[in-house]
Nanobody
Framework: QVQLVESGGDLVQAGESLTLTCEQS????????RGWYRQASGKQRELVAV???????DYAASVKGRFTVSRIFGSNTITLQMNSLEPEDTAVYYC?????????????WGRGTQVSVSS
């Protein structure tokens, strides 16, 4: 089974930066999309940043210009560079991957890593 493990979550002050990392392990799959979602307390899980086909990048309006999702060719690791963090960014951040095995197309999730931003 494909596994995703996030790391890098921390408690920081508003205006600071933080980088999250997601490590993928398990069987090889054909990846269609990979990126990050987040869920704040009492809120629905929302898309933060995703790399899609052809390397296109989609960002939530609330993070565009501040966050950058990255992946290098040949790597199973993706990162989320978060700059100018705000208290509203406080959430559990989840690594996301959509891909296909010989059986089917599936979505995979990490367990999440906590990011807390104090004012």
């Amino acid at each position: 089974q494909v596994q995703l493990v996030e790391s890098g979550g921390d408690l920081v002050q508003a205006g600071e930066s933080l980088t999250l990392t997601c490590e993928q392990s398990g069987p090889a799959i054909t990846v269609y999309a990979r990126g990050w979602y987040r869920q704040a307390s009492g809120k629905q899980r929302e898309l933060v940043a995703v790399i899609g086909p052809g390397g296109t990048e989609d960002y939530a309006a609330s993070v565009k210009g501040r966050f950058t999702v990255s992946r290098i060719f040949g790597s199973n690791t993706i990162t989320l560079q978060m700059n100018s963090l705000e208290p509203e960014d406080t959430a559990v951040y989840y690594c996301y991957l959509k891909g296909a095995t010989w059986q089917s197309t599936q979505e995979y999730w990490g367990r999440g890593t906590q990011v807390s931003v104090s004012s």
